[in-house]
């Protein structure tokens, strides 16, 4: 069987690129895009002049102008930069339609089959970068390899405006050393667990056994085995959409009682709050949920219908309802929304436009 040739392309601090692209004043600032500081509000990223004040995406707005006092800080706007996508994906589609979007800023590509460049997937990665900054004034980066995990790692390597190339016979060397953090799935709790078992490196996952990794991850052991030889069947879903956006986390130590789950919600909001204006799905959602595994692993479910964007206190109120349920210590809390279709939101902003509501 082939070995399938799959590009990672991410823009290039894509919001603060395209705040800069249509005010060319702002070009060589430290940007950040994101609510007030006297909000809870975190960035949506940052531009790389404010990333060596160690500014960062996810960082409350405060924090950012703490630690860059000349930060310019932008209120998202999400209108333009899916204008700024769609142009994006455009180009893409130049080349293959075999396109899984992530969100508005990253894709993966299959270009196994693909015609240009005598279906060389680095020349085609190339020109893709080219032609986005020749026509759109962005940059991208791009990672080139035989499957999804493998590309993603790999186009962090050259950012920004840069590509990198795994190829098949030097994966075995790419990924031993690399660190687990990098593994598809490993946050930051899973991450810490993994380094008090002494696993810091992908060759210290391979030296385990599938008995050993499953009875310390469940049945997620043997994915994290396959991952750390760099093995990943995920295949690039092009008509696949998203029916949930959700995060979760699993603890080290078994969280014994209410007030502490209730103190993990406030973390888990924020990174779902990144997550959800990078996929730009607001006008999606149709309920909440949240999610918690016991310590006997043993989990439960509670969600309720909504459209509106949910409070971190909606949450907090669905935990408690969901937690009353058994009152045991808990290892494992997830939140986040169900989505409806795309074309149901769509018709949705058709129904809702005053000038189609009362044309005759």
Same mark, same amino acid.
């Given at each position: +069987?082939?070995?399938?040739? $799959?590009?990672?392309?991410?823009?290039?601090?894509?919001?603060?690129?395209?705040?800069?692209?249509?005010?060319?004043?702002?070009?060589?600032?430290?940007?950040?895009?994101?609510?007030?500081?006297?909000?809870?509000?975190?960035?949506?990223?940052?531009?790389?002049?404010?990333?060596?004040?160690?500014?960062?995406?996810? +960082?409350?707005?405060?924090?950012?102008?703490?630690?860059?006092?000349?930060?310019?800080?932008?209120?998202?706007?999400?209108?333009?930069?899916?204008?700024?996508?769609?142009?994006?994906?455009?180009?893409?589609?130049?080349?293959?339609?075999?396109?899984?979007?992530?969100?508005?800023?990253?894709?993966?590509?299959?270009?196994?089959?693909?015609?240009?460049?005598?279906?060389?997937?680095?020349?085609?990665?190339?020109?893709?970068?080219?032609?986005?900054?020749?026509?759109?004034?962005?940059?991208?980066?791009?990672?080139?390899?035989?499957?999804?995990?493998?590309?993603? $790692?790999?186009?962090?390597?050259?950012?920004?405006?840069?590509?990198?190339?795994?190829?098949?016979?030097?994966?075995?060397?790419? $990924?031993?050393?690399?660190?687990?953090?990098?593994?598809?799935?490993?946050?930051?709790?899973?991450?810490?667990?993994?380094?008090?078992?002494?696993?810091?490196?992908?060759?210290?996952?391979?030296?385990?056994?599938?008995?050993? +990794?499953?009875?310390?991850?469940?049945?997620?052991?043997?994915?994290?085995?396959?991952?750390?030889?760099?093995?990943?069947?995920?295949?690039?879903?092009?008509?696949?959409?998203?029916?949930?956006?959700?995060?979760?986390?699993?603890?080290?130590?078994?969280?014994?009682?209410?007030?502490?789950?209730?103190?993990?919600?406030?973390?888990?909001?924020?990174?779902?709050?990144?997550?959800?204006?990078?996929?730009?799905?607001?006008?999606?959602?149709?309920?909440?949920?949240?999610? $918690?595994?016991?310590?006997?692993?043993?989990?439960?479910?509670?969600?309720?219908?909504?459209?509106?964007?949910?409070?971190?206190?909606?949450?907090?109120?669905?935990?408690?309802?969901?937690?009353?349920?058994?009152?045991?210590?808990?290892?494992?809390?997830?939140?986040?929304?169900?989505?409806?279709?795309?074309?149901?939101?769509?018709?949705?902003?058709?129904?809702?436009?005053?000038?189609?509501?009362?044309?005759?």
């Amino acid at each position: +069987m082939a070995q399938r040739k $799959i590009i990672h392309v991410d823009m290039d601090c894509f919001y603060a690129a395209v705040e800069v692209k249509h005010r060319p004043e702002l070009r060589g600032k430290p940007l950040g895009i994101g609510g007030p500081p006297n909000t809870r509000s975190v960035l949506c990223t940052a531009s790389y002049e404010a990333r060596k004040y160690n500014v960062k995406a996810a +960082m409350p707005s405060a924090q950012a102008l703490r630690l860059c006092p000349n930060l310019i800080l932008l209120p998202p706007n999400f209108e333009l930069y899916k204008k700024e996508s769609r142009s994006v994906h455009e180009i893409f589609r130049r080349f293959t339609d075999q396109v899984e979007p992530l969100s508005l800023d990253e894709a993966y590509l299959d270009v196994t089959d693909s015609p240009f460049f005598d279906g060389s997937a680095t020349l085609i990665a190339k020109e893709i970068r080219s032609l986005i900054q020749n026509e759109l004034n962005l940059t991208a980066s791009a990672g080139i390899s035989q499957n999804k995990f493998l590309a993603k $790692i790999a186009s962090d390597w050259r950012k920004p405006n840069g590509q990198f190339l795994i190829k098949p016979d030097e994966i075995d060397s790419f $990924i031993k050393p690399l660190p687990v953090e990098k593994i598809y799935g490993v946050g930051k709790v899973t991450a810490k667990r993994m380094h008090e078992l002494g696993l810091k490196t992908c060759a210290d996952i391979q030296r385990q056994s599938l008995f050993q +990794m499953t009875k310390w991850f469940g049945s997620r052991g043997a994915e994290l085995i396959d991952l750390s030889h760099g093995i990943d069947f995920r295949k690039v879903e092009p008509h696949s959409e998203r029916k949930s956006l959700t995060v979760e986390e699993t603890y080290n130590q078994d969280l014994p009682d209410l007030s502490q789950c209730l103190r993990q919600i406030p973390s888990l909001y924020q990174d779902w709050e990144i997550r959800m204006q990078k996929a730009n799905c607001r006008d999606r959602i149709r309920g909440f949920v949240i999610k $918690i595994r016991f310590f006997d692993f043993k989990s439960t479910t509670h969600e309720i219908s909504a459209k509106d964007w949910p409070t971190e206190q909606d949450f907090r109120v669905l935990f408690e309802r969901a937690w009353e349920r058994r009152g045991d210590p808990v290892r494992l809390i997830g939140l986040g929304v169900r989505l409806g279709s795309e074309k149901a939101a769509l018709d949705q902003d058709l129904a809702d436009s005053p000038q189609l509501r009362f044309a005759v």
